[in-house]
């Protein structure tokens, strides 16, 4: 298959020189991952001073959140059209400096609109580089290898849950949400230059763009899929956006203890991650409700021993090692169901994800500011619920053969 063979073999008419080492590259965009899941969802640790230091309510100050998933969905559907043949290494470069741009106007935000403003446009950032990402790994390494890039990617996303949450949520306390920021700005920069030495030369194969997805949506297995990672993942977030006010309210704790379980979650990424790597390997259709069913069973666990700081950090432990894990599986699904339009099946998976992501920062939000945080945590495990009775086995979701 052209689309996933290594770049030297897939892109003949190109005059750049060979690759010599392809992982260089996938190293380079774990580390923008790393950046663009701290960036996204620094608010989740910082929600309670962001809130105070604008003026706000926790449940406004959650819509942080959501407004960087709107502005991802936009990105995501319309990045490839944008795009058009512009070189993908360029691309995401452009994209890892608007992540930079970002991060400078919501550390110097002096008001609730400024930050709304820096939120879409790292809104952009992700919904453009997750758009590409996919469709990038699969020209960096051979078919067989692609899950374990995707999960050496997915790793910078462990190592922003391990470290990015509890970190800001220590230094936040230390010195105010505003430095945290400002402190990843640099870390941007250095990733900006490694893109531009480590990655090869990416020509754009072809116009794509809505045709493509379109035709995607009209693959009935496909759409299932969409459908089922979209219920998911907007589990997964409902519950992650306003998890400080529940570790607050319900457990109990206060920042030091609050970054302790954090990084408990963050750490159990890695297992995730590792464990991803290491063993998917061939069909996954069996694995597609694993996420939800463990997910969705973790969150009602919280409902029931949250109110302990020790229940509540091993099933937090739980539920970071399998978030990592549900990006992998995912995703692999997709290259392995949509290797004709990979730029096109990332966008729509994209453009899912963060609406999920979306609806459950708004929708927690309102529950949150007029019911209770347990009312939030019920959702989630709705959304979970329907999430596995979607996917039952995964077989509907396997592109025929």
């Known amino acids: 298959m052209r689309e996933t063979t290594l770049l030297a073999a897939t892109a003949p008419t190109s ?16 580390l923008c991952v790393a950046l663009l899941i701290a960036s996204e969802f620094m608010p989740v640790s910082l929600l ?3 809130a105070e230091g604008l003026d706000a309510s926790v449940g406004q100050t959650g819509q942080a959140v959501s407004i960087s998933g709107l502005f991802a969905v936009i990105a995501s559907l319309g990045v490839s059209t944008v795009a058009g043949r512009l070189n993908r290494k360029w691309v995401l470069v452009g994209l890892t400096g608007l992540m930079g741009t970002s991060l400078v106007l919501v550390a110097a935000a002096p008001n609730f609109e400024v930050l709304m403003v820096g939120r879409a446009l790292l809104g952009l950032c992700i919904g453009g580089f997750w758009a590409l990402a996919t469709s990038v790994i699969m020209r960096l390494v051979p078919p067989s290898d692609v899950p374990r890039a995707l999960a050496l990617m997915y790793g910078g996303q462990a190592i922003a849950a391990a470290f990015a949450a509890p970190i800001g949520s220590y230094f936040g306390g230390l010195f105010g949400w505003r430095e945290v920021f ?19 030369s990416l020509p754009a194969r072809g116009q794509r763009g809505i045709g493509d997805m379109l035709d995607l949506l009209r693959r009935r297995y496909f759409l299932i899929g969409l459908i089922a990672s979209m219920l998911s993942w ?35 990424g890695f297992v995730g991650t590792w464990a991803s790597g290491r063993f998917i390997k061939g069909d996954v259709s069996r694995l597609l409700r694993l996420p939800a069913l463990i997910m969705g069973a973790v969150t009602a666990g919280l409902l029931v021993l949250g109110g302990w700081p020790i229940a509540a950090g091993l099933l937090l432990i739980v539920w970071g090692a399998m ?33 999920s992501i979306l609806l459950g920062a708004v929708v927690g939000g309102l529950l949150l ?19 596995v009775l979607i996917v039952r086995d995964g077989r509907t979701l396997l592109k025929p053969r």
């Open 15 to 30: 005059k750049a020189p060979t690759p010599i080492a392809a992982w260089g590259a996938v190293l380079s965009m774990a």
């Open 48 to 50: 309670t001073p962001m």
């Open 182 to 200: 400002w402190a990843l700005s640099p870390l941007v920069v250095a990733n900006l230059a490694w893109h531009i030495v480590a990655l090869p």
């Open 234 to 268: 907007g589990s997964a977030f409902t519950l992650f956006t306003y998890l400080r006010p529940f570790l607050e309210q319900v457990t109990g704790v206060g920042v030091t203890g609050l970054s302790i379980l954090l990084l408990a979650l963050g750490c159990a």
């Open 323 to 355: 978030n990592t894990a549900m990006s992998v599986i995912w995703m692999t699904w997709m290259s392995q169901n949509a290797e004709d339009a990979p730029e096109a099946a990332g966008g729509l998976m994209v453009a899912a994800v963060q609406a």
């Open 369 to 387: 500011d007029h019911l209770s945080i347990h009312a939030v945590l019920i959702a989630s495990v709705a959304l979970a619920a329907m999430a």
